[in-house]
């Protein structure tokens, strides 16, 4: 008994494994997490340093340059970017692709630990973070009151953290926009000068009392004891009572020379919710959970919550991810189910058993999928369930050809057993074959670098797992149904349906394949040498991009303001955004943000820190439509160009790595003057650049600072050393740090000493500034120093240890991002650049050089797997070329469908192209093959052709059917992430479906292979 008689013979164990495959695709359908995106590790860090007080020349000296050098000696770098700020260090490190997460961040934490001791004392945090999508939150919350102090607002957002903490799922949660609570000793200067003290005395006994060091363990007989001595403090008396000075009777404490509060520190960060007072509590989910039955069990806490909130102060949730989940689900669900009514239409000609069980393939294909995906480890988002309508149109095509051929065979007289195992096993090479080749399309991009490939990977996954379960169903339960489902006395000319087709398939396809026949080079020249020739005139046209819009109904605006601007007049700028988008009646809610970026969002948005020049709003949409909402928001763009002295960028969020803006270039060169003289000049070239819109040159207005001039002379004179000077300016404007406070929660505060100038700092406070001299007394600073203005930059950017700048712009609608970009550089070109000073493209160039790189890569892999292929299929290279014909027919559709559909040429629409070489492949393997078996039964060779060309055009013709028929609903959708995929596919089928029908045949009389005959037949 052969293989294929197997689950005929033994029809008892097909219909237990047809079972058994049925429960085990809908129990992993039911366990799989449900998300957005798919979760994928990112070797991608960031180290960020606070030092208040330096300016960024002297941060870069003394914090960025030596982390940059330590992480320098870490093997797999790829690339460093530092952007350093007055008092605040941002370092973003990638490491390659290939490079472990988890074992780099342990590399990068010991290198950072060990650089601690040799930074300044003043760093007060030097944090590493992870790049990682499972970080984003998935719920924002906002508890808004105009009237609740902000004490009373951060005590219910910790109750609500603690509470969301508690959920099962939840991984972190934080709170947001509200001032930090501080245990402030605020000195008071006279009373220093009468005891002649100096701060540094005050803050040497609180460093000391405040100091938790275990004494260690204590055997007394048989039990052992943890002794403990002083310990820390652990309430605000203990610090009153240090001790500072005892000199014989007189005892000076902290409360003699301070007041010891609970205050609110300077307020940075200013959160509202639709322009209310607010504070806002996030929440991100671990790896692995259903993020609908976290979101079910948040609001069991938060109902909770609610509850026990007074009137004053409400709850609301300003976004809640799982809804966006929740649509794209929905939305895929019901493309899903239209695609499988489209594939039912195409089937009517097979007849209604015939197509009955070409139906039944599917949910078994698709349970053979999930079944795997889950095994794998993948989890249930927007991209596995694209995957699976591709899928959907490729998974029934073994099953078409299986069961007409069984169909065929049963017309011929056969009975359904004969039928069953003559038609499967007459296919059964070619079906391998045609899967193998499609398999090997979708294979490289499984392995696709960089991060880019680990995004998109459970894509092809899902296709490849899908596909590879309908080869076997074909194969062995199709056979198994057919031989019990379909009829023995089936009408030899078919249904009503099939005979309509096959009479337009001898009506106008006979007679236009024997004239190409006739005319074979013509018809190769014209149709080969003709789609070579559209397809690289359509190029150009096209254009490229690297990802699409993220098409959610969220969006962000970033303000920025000159530097140097206070808090409060940023405010202005901010609140004239909101009353704009009080007026649009597409908008739900927003976010506004003041001083601080939106906690993260979206996978590739990465949170802003404190600036008082820079506020963003998150804004929440009622619905987004591609077109409607693209131009609602140009709109907003002009209505904000009227706002003076700000600069508005409204941004969509969009798919695949983060960058900039589509258009950024990097400057690099040692000098910051030079360097912002070519940041002008490129930026005057982007405003002159048509099609440009929102330049930013982050030196575009310098920055300028108070500097105190020392007379050093002077100051050794009057015994006040420099650092007696620093210490004493930095006491009144920001304070310093004397420990941190933790109270019985467990919550911990840092404890600042100031003096009360700092709450009055203008310009003539500050020149009243108390000096503590060596001698016992003070001196105003106004003495010792001159204060003057200075200008200074406000920002630094380092790219991999060199100095740099970027200059970027967005890209107005209509204008495709590649052109400007190469009309960009040359401009670029055209520049007299400085010794040692050069240029980068940093933006969509440089992903799109990532991405596409490896997509080149994944071609040339699909390439050789698929001839490889049909080398051991045919045993012989002509039946290979032959085959490999179909491709340049199927690009030009696939082009042709992407101008006529103002889709670019994406990522996502060359998976597209990569997916089609497969598919196209695969039907011309079913016309060769079938050619070699009629010249092997010894039918001349033109009769051969022309046979074959007619009995194998049904079944391609319906398996191309179906598969445009699954995919239309996906395209019709003008989702930016995989429509241009779909539509390159279905494009690319129409015309390899019309041309290589009569294309292929012709080279096949061209080129003939060698077919080995029987005797008794004789040769063609």
């Known amino acids: 008994m052969s293989l294929l008689e197997f689950p005929i013979r033994r029809y008892q164990f097909t219909l237990v494994t047809f079972l058994c495959l049925i429960a085990l695709g809908w129990y992993s359908f039911a366990s799989m997490p449900r998300e957005e995106d798919p979760y994928f590790k990112i070797p991608g860090f960031f180290v960020i340093a606070i030092f208040p007080g330096a300016d960024p020349k002297d941060l870069e000296r003394l914090v960025s340059k030596p982390i940059e050098d330590r992480i320098a000696e870490l093997d797999d770098v790829r690339k460093m970017e530092t952007s350093i700020r007055d008092g605040v260090s941002f370092t973003a490190i990638e490491f390659e692709a290939n490079a472990d997460p988890d074992k780099k961040f342990d590399e990068l934490t010991r290198e950072i630990n060990a650089l601690r001791p040799v930074l300044p004392a003043e760093v007060l945090n030097l944090e590493i973070r992870k790049l990682s999508p499972a970080l984003v939150n998935t719920v924002q919350f906002a508890l808004v009151s105009e009237e609740a102090p902000y004490r009373e607002l951060e005590d219910y957002a910790r109750e609500l953290k603690d509470g969301l903490k508690t959920v099962d799922g939840i991984r972190t949660a934080e ?94 960060y200013v959160g509202r919710f639709s322009g209310k007072r607010a504070v806002f509590v996030t929440a991100n989910q671990k790896e692995g959970y259903n993020i609908l039955q976290v979101r079910a069990d948040i609001a069991a806490v938060t109902e909770r919550f609610s509850q026990s909130l007074p009137k004053r102060v409400t709850l609301v949730t300003g976004f809640d991810q799982s809804q966006n989940v929740r649509t794209r689900l929905k939305r895929l669900y019901i493309d899903f189910g239209i695609a499988i009514a489209i594939v039912m239409l195409t089937l009517l000609p097979l007849g209604l058993r015939a197509a009955g069980i070409v139906m039944i393939s599917i949910p078994l294909a698709l349970a053979f999928g999930l079944t795997s995906l889950y095994f794998l ?74 991060n880019a490939g680990k995004f998109i990977r459970v894509l092809p996954v899902t296709v490849v797992a899908t596909i590879l379960g309908s080869l076997l169903i074909a194969l062995f339960i199709i056979p198994f149904l057919a031989s019990r489902i379909l009829r023995e006395d089936a009408n030899p000319e078919g249904n009503r349906f099939l005979q309509r087709v096959m009479s337009a398939i001898h009506r106008y396809y006979r007679p236009a394949l024997h004239y190409c026949l ?17 397809s690289a005139l359509m190029v150009p046209l096209i254009g490229t991009s690297v990802f699409p819009k993220a098409d959610t109904p969220q969006f962000l605006i970033e303000v920025s303001t000159p530097n140097g601007t206070s808090l409060d007049e940023t405010d202005r700028a901010l609140r004239f955004v909101e009353r704009e988008l009080g007026r649009m009646p597409e908008v739900k809610t927003w976010f506004a943000n003041l001083g601080h970026g939106n906690p993260q969002i979206y996978y590739n948005h990465i949170t802003r820190n404190e600036s008082t020049n820079y506020a963003e709003l998150f804004v929440q949409l009622h619905r987004y439509d591609t077109r409607s909402t693209t131009r609602k928001l140009q709109a907003l763009r002009k209505r904000l160009d009227d706002y003076p002295n700000a600069r508005f960028r409204v941004k969509e969020f969009t798919n695949g790595p983060p960058i900039s803006a589509p258009i950024s270039v990097r400057l690099i060169g040692p000098d910051l003057a030079i360097l912002d003289r070519l940041a002008h000049q490129v930026e005057r070239l982007l405003e002159n650049t048509e099609g440009t819109r929102d330049v930013s040159n982050p030196l575009k207005i310098p920055r300028t600072n108070l500097r105190f001039a020392i007379d050093t002379q002077k100051s050794r004179l009057l015994g006040v050393p420099s650092i007696e000077f620093d210490q004493a300016v930095r006491l009144a404007v920001s304070g310093i740090p004397a420990g941190t406070f933790k109270d019985d929660s467990g919550e911990q505060y840092d404890i600042i000493l100031r003096t009360p100038v700092a709450e009055r700092a203008d310009f003539d406070a500050i020149q009243q500034i108390r000096v503590p001299t060596l001698q016992g007394g003070s001196l105003p600073v106004a003495q010792l120093a001159t204060l003057e203005f200075e200008q200074a930059p406000t920002l630094i950017q380092r790219f991999n240890r060199e100095r740099s700048i970027n200059v970027n712009a967005d890209v107005q609608a209509g204008y495709n991002t590649a052109r400007l970009t190469t009309q960009v550089v040359a401009q670029l070109e055209q520049i007299d650049w400085p010794r040692g000073y050069r240029y980068k493209l940093a933006g969509d160039a440089e992903a799109s050089a990532e991405s596409f790189g490896g997509i080149g890569i994944a071609i040339l892999v699909a390439v050789f797997g698929i001839f490889a292929v049909l080398v051991l299929e045919f045993g012989n290279f002509k039946s290979t070329l032959i085959v490999l014909t179909v491709v340049p027919l199927g690009v030009l559709g696939g082009l042709l469908m992407l101008l006529v559909s103002r889709n670019d040429i994406s990522f996502v629409a060359s998976i597209g192209f990569v997916a089609l070489i497969g598919i196209e492949i695969k039907n011309s393997i079913l016309l060769v093959d079938f050619t070699n078996q009629l010249r092997e039964q010894g039918v001349a060779l033109d009769e051969a052709i022309e046979r074959a060309g007619e009995i194998r055009f049904l079944p391609i013709l319906l398996t191309s059917a179906t598969a445009i028929g699954g995919l239309l609903p996906l395209a019709v959708q003008n989702i930016g992430l995989y429509s241009p995929m779909a539509w390159v596919i279905i494009g690319g089928l129409i015309s390899s479906t019309l041309l290589a029908r009569l294309v292929t045949p012709v080279v096949y009389k061209l080129i003939p292979p060698s077919i080995d005959v029987p005797a008794s037949n004789g040769r063609d």
């Open 377 to 450: 480890g993948y989890s249930l988002n927007q991209l596995s369930i694209a995957g699976f309508v591709v899928a959907l149109g490729l998974l029934v095509d073994d099953s078409i050809v299986a069961v007409e051929n069984i169909a065929r065979h049963l017309r011929m007289g056969y009975t359904r057993a004969q039928a069953a195992l003559a038609g499967t096993r007459q296919i059964a090479v070619a079906v391998l074959g045609c899967t193998a080749a499609l398999v090997f399309a979708f294979v490289p991009l499984i392995a696709l670098p960089g």
């Open 175 to 268: 709170t947001w926009a509200y001032p930090d609570r501080e245990l402030r000793i605020e000195l008071d200067q006279n009373r220093l000068a009468e005891l002649n003290l100096r701060p540094a005395q005050v803050l040497a006994a609180i460093q000391s009392e405040n100091a938790n060091v275990p004494a260690g363990i204590v055997d007394l007989g048989p039990r052992s004891f943890s002794l403990k001595t002083s310990g820390a403090y652990t309430s605000l008396d203990q610090i009153r009572n240090t001790v500072i000075t005892a000199a014989g009777a007189r005892v000076v404490r902290i409360r003699d020379v301070a007041r010891v509060e609970w205050e609110n520190a300077p307020l940075t």
């Open 518 to 534: 006739a005319r074979p080079r013509r018809t190769v020249i014209v149709a080969l040498g003709g789609s070579l020739a559209l």
